[in-house]
């Protein structure tokens, strides 16, 4: 019996693995309210997308899915934060407005890219302006480690992997020698 690699399980869980174009392009803003019902449409797949991922995988610190992921080329990702207990958040059109100077750095890995983690450094907050289905802009504040969610995913509809935040030198790991799965993320009080 031949043992699937990491990125294997999300490929065939329908996640699109690193190479693939879509992860390289910017994807492309809802038209918000006209375009309501393709946003939901993209939301409610992401959703479905991210349970099956949960299925097969535990992510003790959350996790997220953006849209290109998933080969749709649109601006909306969902991120669930570490309690299970918390609503998900849904992300369209979204822009970071603000990050705070203060960094921190731990290990990160990524559904398309799931065969290593690597160490990325991100800003303690961030603030991210959203559009509702609506078509009205929405400020949040995320910290910590629901803020590095949602900062990874915006990186995607942005064309990024996490790859591109490392800093130099320093190279990621094969998944095989990270030793924090189940674990929550990790910041001093």
Known sequence: MTTLRPSEQMRDLGVVQYGAPVLAEAARPFGLPDE???AEQTVETLFAAMERVARV????KGMGIAAPQIGIARAAAVVQGADPAAAPI???NRRITTCSEDMDEQYKGCLSFFDVRGMVPRPLVITVVTT?????EVT???ERGLGRLVAHEIDHLDGLLYTASIRPGVEPIPVEEYR???RAWAYEQ
Do not use: I, N, S
Not at 57 to 60: I, K, L, N, Q, R
Not at 132 to 136: I, K, N, S, Y
């Open 57 to 60: 995988h535990p992510f003790a």
């Open 180 to 182: 924090q799965t189940g």
């Open 140 to 142: 949040t504040v995320y």
């Open 36 to 38: 309501k019902d393709t």
């Open 132 to 136: 509702a289905l609506e078509g009205t």
């Open 90 to 92: 849904a992300l369209l």
